[in-house]
């Protein structure tokens, strides 16, 4: 076997191979001579490269296709060596590489298995310590096999214990499963159940990364167990848990996923996500899906999203735009998001494909603090594509408090000529403590947009306890309808100048959105349904419990020179109230109309 061609290699079937202590020096060339002390059999897949692979020789032989080298047999104290140029396995056979010894401590280029053609790969960290200067654990292929790399961890490992993976330089993952061969339609899965990791340095580093390049293949990016942290790295797109897919052909599905209660993820700097899926492909049978099922996240910086699923390139030109179909959805059903800084879940595409934020579990909670930053957050759409997806912000149960200004319990905005907006609560509850915040939030921000803005509320409570804070506000630059239906539930607003509900058609402004020329109009009509088992008290001063108008602008088009400010009516209305609504103090009302046309209450 000694220097043979890999192609000229015998086939050898797929083995578990354990490595428990020693060294292993990494190496370059063709494939080696097989140092003393460690024989090999035909159905054993090892494959070393370089020109000497060296190996203690209390190794032994290969038992079923595994190796097992000892710590140190000539200690009776045993102290393992470092593996300092890390573990290398490179072949074109299928490979399952296992390291499940604590005493395993590996440096250099970490643990990896790179394979070619047919090959499935699959490497395993059960304990141990990687800190080099490459991916921790990776699992990567130039051909159309599979990918997996798992990373089991220390059982006993607790937060302030010594990591099991650590990341220094930018581009390199903790733990990676990779496939980069364009017609391969095989899986990518990276999964952490235990353990702790940390990328401590370097931009466009993830802690768990599951990518491909392929036309198909399911590619799965999962965390059932440990730590994940990411320090005050440089730069952004770095993210604990990392599923995507790169082709524009691509068809199939990635998934970035969180589970079980003591899953724990730690973002510190800006930027820094959570659990994020990408996607760069243009069928509509491809979905980006970020989904948390337990666990914790915690965000401290600025657009460092908990839950996020988006478009995975640089901002496309408006041509490319409108074929983009993929749909993106980042969803939560159980756990707790503490987003001290940022929105806690957003889905967004810049094209014509569908953007969902959703909630559900009545265990299910999020806190945000900081200007904008939203509980649910879905946006599809930019201002100058002549199509359109939809966006929406679905809550379904559990509990969203917003602590920031500007920022909402959950809203869907739609930005193109085509795109709908909607928002939609079923249960749970949403406390808004920021001023000029809102507890359900959905908007058109496009005057050439036809499509219906829409809040639907069928069940559930909104309370909200500053100034100019809104229980529920609907509004659109556009001419489709402002559409605000609450079937059940109750929506209490406490601030001074907060209505309840709010149906808002906005004229296009000039320059800053406040301002427009004398005479100018809006185009669009309101409709509010208050059903009979709907509640809806506005108790501050100044406070409506229905609002249905246009905006604010300046009288005058010269804002310098001028600060008559007027307010707007909408095309027409029509209100219909068969449960409460009751209206603030001083010169609140129980429903207020502005209309440049005639409605119905």
């Known amino acids: 076997m000694t220097n043979a061609p890999l192609d000229i290699q015998p086939a050898l079937r797929a083995r578990n191979v354990l490595v428990r202590g020693g060294r292993l020096t990494k190496f370059k060339g063709q494939v080696a001579s097989i140092a003393p002390g460690l024989s090999v059999v035909a159905t054993a897949a090892v494959l070393f490269t370089g020109s000497a692979a060296q190996a203690d020789d209390e190794c032994g032989s290969p038992t079923n296709g595994v190796v097992t080298c000892a710590a140190d047999a000539d200690d009776s104290t045993p102290v393992v060596d470092p593996y300092d140029d890390g573990i290398t396995y490179t072949g074109s056979n299928n490979l399952t590489l296992e390291l499940n010894d604590p005493d395993i401590t590996v440096n250099g280029s970490g643990v990896q298995v790179n394979g070619t053609g047919t090959a499935n790969l699959s490497v395993r960290m059960g304990s141990g310590k990687v800190d080099g200067d490459s991916h921790g654990v990776s699992a990567f292929t130039t051909g159309t096999g599979s990918v997996h790399a798992q990373l089991d961890g220390d059982k006993d490992v607790t937060k302030d214990s010594d990591d099991n993976i650590t990341i220094n330089e930018r581009d390199f993952d903790g733990l990676r499963a990779k496939i980069v061969n364009t017609a391969s339609t095989n899986n990518a899965t990276a999964t952490m159940t235990g353990g702790k990791t940390t990328i401590a340095a370097g931009s466009n580093s993830n802690g768990v990364s599951a990518f491909t390049h392929g036309s198909a293949g399911v590619v799965t990016a999962g965390m059932s167990g440990g730590l994940i942290i990411i320090e005050q790295v440089v730069g952004t797109d770095t993210a604990a848990v990392y599923a995507g897919a790169h082709e524009t052909f691509y068809v199939g599905t990635v998934t970035a996923e969180m589970s079980e209660a003591d899953s724990e993820i730690h973002t510190k700097n800006n930027g820094g996500l959570g659990l994020r899926a990408t996607t760069r492909a243009t069928s509509e049978f491809s979905f980006a899906i970020a989904h948390m099922k337990g666990g914790k996240i915690t965000t401290e910086g600025e657009n460092a999203y908990a839950v996020v699923a988006d478009y995975g390139g640089n901002r496309p030109s408006a041509a490319v735009r409108r074929n983009i179909k993929a749909n993106m959805t980042a969803k939560m059903t159980g756990g707790t998001i503490d987003s001290r800084a940022s929105t ?26 900081g200007n904008g930053a939203h509980g649910l957050r879905a946006a599809s759409g930019l ?15 559990g509990t969203i408090i ?36 809102y507890g359900l939030y959905s908007r058109i921000d496009n005057p050439d947009n036809e499509e219906e803005v829409k809040v639907k509320m069928i069940g559930g409570s909104i309370e909200t306890n500053k100034s100019a804070s809104y229980g529920i506000l609907a509004d659109t630059s556009g001419f489709g309808d402002v559409i605000v239906e609450m079937d059940a539930g109750t929506v209490t607003t406490r601030g001074n100048g907060s209505h309840g509900i709010w149906a808002e058609s906005e004229a296009q402004a000039q320059a800053n959105r406040m301002r427009t020329d004398p005479g100018s109009a809006t185009q669009a009509k309101a409709f509010v349904t208050v059903g009979a088992l709907a509640e809806v008290t506005a108790e501050g001063v100044d406070s409506d419990g229905i609002r249905v108008s246009g905006n604010e602008v300046d009288a005058d088009d010269n804002a310098s020179t001028s600060f008559d400010r007027v307010t707007l009516g909408v095309r027409g209305f029509d209100i219909d109230v068969d449960g409460t609504v009751k209206g603030g103090s001083g010169n609140g009302a129980a429903i207020r109309t502005m209309s440049s046309d005639t409605g119905t209450i």
């Open 402 to 437: 917003i602590n920031g200004v500007n920022s909402s319990g959950a809203s869907a905005a739609a930005n193109d000529e085509k795109g709908e907006a909607l928002v939609e609560m079923r249960d749970g509850k949403i406390t808004v403590n920021g001023e000029g915040s």
């Open 383 to 397: 201002a100058d594509n002549a199509s359109g997806g939809t966006a929406t912000a679905r809550m379904k149960a």
């Open 344 to 369: 806690a879940i957003r889905a967004t595409t810049p094209g014509v494909g569908n953007a969902l934020a959703e909630m559900d579990g009545i265990n299910s909670r999020i806190t945000t603090n």
